[in-house]
């Protein structure tokens, strides 16, 4: 190796810390024999991997309503769950990019009495945006926030199972449950459980003081939600960024607009049918996570027609899903079979039989509910998923020849969760999946979950979720599993369309590390774990 050569591998090392600028880096590869262009290429290409300290980033979200509040009860879409739960706060456990649970408030958790006892330990030293301490009694009041008959909170049946939580000391917190749990710390990364301070014994989730990466500057409700970085963040070195911006950019043409002309960095949620030519682009990447997502259209099987479940398992062979895959999401999504659980997931069973369109088991089934023709509303927006104006007009089709007219209702973009979502007999939603089998049933599935979004009250798969959650032997928790993917396929009021890739686009001036599996962006995280590289 030639002096020159070594030089220039120094410098390389330097590149990440900031130590060696471009212009430098271009001499020294002129001096070892490469071009101008290939020493410019090696830059860019180290100076992207590498962490760097210090700027600004406008990220363009697929969500955001002006009905949206920093309120942790709620945080219904990727906008408020990304902004204020990711970058601006901290739960006690989070999911990392290889889908395993970590401490990430907490120091370090233990089960005892069969999973029925959790002791977690929080870290020294942490404080609130406001220079307060973090302690036990923060967590308390945090959580207890989200329990009791009074709570709004959407992740009230997530702690359904505590009978108790105490603070022991100013930094241990011990959850005493009705029965063993071996997934719970899985259950405290919900971008629900946010810790804030405790003020006059109360959650004090109005004020936006968190322990996060960011703190919060500006919020205009289905606009945009700015943040500056927090000096004092404990996890050293993050985050990288100075400033962040969430921008609510609902409409999927202008969002791939924005990216394009630069507008934003980053957008959630691409628009797969201009995906090659957003490719083109030199500037921008695509980032394609398979994860544990899947569209949704759930029945209310609280009202007619959905009520009788001939009538729902009419509509899940009135569908030609495979067509639904290979048009709408071109390759980005695989068939799914009414069934929540991801094929990564522990504990997946694929239910028998696979549903697919036969229309003479549609009119057989709806035959059986005692009608020869059927007419129902079907409410869709983009802002379910994108393509679901599409699919639904599929669905329209294929639903036709077994006798269901589908009459589609385009719903507006704006507050579709509020106004749709848990609100009409049948629409389009979207799940980002969960990490484990319980959880996934707990707050979709589960009798008094606030977003039992199809309001199915099964009394066997209730009794097994239970149960299932306290088995200690893997064998039988499999089975209890297993019956319970049955019965959400055979009887569940959610036909679950497909299990889609996460498919985002990014300038190529953001840098990042691996990308998780657990929620869309990068885990909700990408505020705190993402910097801006020189292009």
């Known amino acids: 190796m030639s002096e020159s050569e070594y030089k220039l591998r120094i410098a390389q090392s330097l590149i990440g810390r900031g130590k060696v600028s471009r212009r430098d880096f271009i001499h020294l590869g002129l001096a070892a024999g490469l071009t101008v262009a290939a020493s410019d290429q090696i830059f860019v290409t180290v100076a992207r991997a590498q962490p760097q300290q210090g700027g600004f ?4 979200m697929a969500h955001g309503a002006t009905t949206d509040s920093i309120d942790p009860a709620g945080y219904p879409d990727t906008f408020t769950q990304t902004a204020f739960s990711g970058a601006m706060s901290n739960g006690l456990t989070e999911v990392d990019a290889k889908g395993d649970i970590q401490p990430d408030l ?15 330990k929080l870290r020294k030293g942490v404080t609130f945006h406001n220079g307060k301490n973090v302690t036990a009694e923060d967590v308390v009041t945090s959580m207890r926030y989200h329990m009791g008959a009074d709570t709004k909170s959407a992740a009230k049946s997530l702690l359904e199972s505590v009978s108790d939580i105490n603070a022991d000391g100013p930094e241990t917190v011990v959850f005493t449950l009705n029965s063993g749990n071996a997934d719970f710390p899985y259950i405290m990364s919900d971008y629900h459980f946010v810790i804030m301070p405790s003020v006059d014994g109360k959650a004090d989730w109005g004020s936006g003081t968190r322990t996060g990466a960011f703190v919060l500057e500006n919020f205009q409700p289905g606009v945009s939600a700015k943040l500056k970085r927090n000096p004092n ?5 993050k985050p990288y960024l100075d400033e962040v911006e969430f921008i609510a950019i609902t409409d999927l043409a202008a969002r791939m607009a924005a990216l394009s002309t630069g507008e934003v960095d980053y957008i959630g949620r691409a628009d797969l049918k201009t995906l090659g030519m957003l490719k083109r682009n030199p500037k921008i990447e695509i980032i394609e996570v398979t994860g544990y997502g899947h569209y949704t259209l759930p029945m209310n099987v609280t009202m007619a027609p959905f009520d009788n479940p001939d009538v729902r398992m009419a509509m899940k062979w009135a569908i030609n899903r495979q067509e639904i895959a290979d048009k709408i999401f071109l390759g980005h999504a695989t068939v799914a079979n009414d069934n929540p659980i991801a094929p990564a997931i522990k504990f997946y069973k694929n239910p028998e039989p696979q549903h697919r369109f036969d229309p003479e088991k549609a009119r057989h089934y709806l035959k059986k509910a005692g009608m020869e023709k059927l007419k129902v509303d079907l409410s869709v927006a983009d802002a379910a998923f994108a393509g679901a104006v599409d699919a639904a007009a599929l669905i329209r089709e294929t639903a036709a020849q077994c006798g269901i007219d589908v009459n589609v209702v385009r719903e507006a973009e704006d507050a579709y969760w509020d106004n749709i979502w848990l609100k009409k007999p049948w629409c389009a939603s979207y799940w980002s999946g969960r990490a484990t089998a319980d959880w996934m049933f707990t707050q979709a599935f589960a009798a008094e979950s606030s977003w039992n979004e199809s309001f199915w009250k099964n009394p066997r798969f209730n009794e097994l979720l239970v149960q299932a959650r306290a088995e200690t032997d893997e064998a039988k928790r499999a089975d209890m599993y297993g019956e319970m993917q049955q019965l959400t396929h055979d009887d569940g009021g959610s036909i679950v369309l497909v299990f889609n890739n996460f498919v985002s686009a990014k300038s190529k001036k953001l840098g990042h590390g691996d990308v998780a599996p657990n929620w869309e962006n ?10 801006m590289a020189e292009a």
């Open 57 to 60: 980033a406008k990220l363009g």
């Open 106 to 120: 907490a120091e370090s958790f233990e089960s005892s009495n069969a999973a029925k006892t959790w002791v977690f």
């Open 233 to 237: 963040y404990f996890k050293n070195g």
């Open 522 to 531: 990068d885990g909700l995280k990408m505020a705190e774990r993402w910097w």
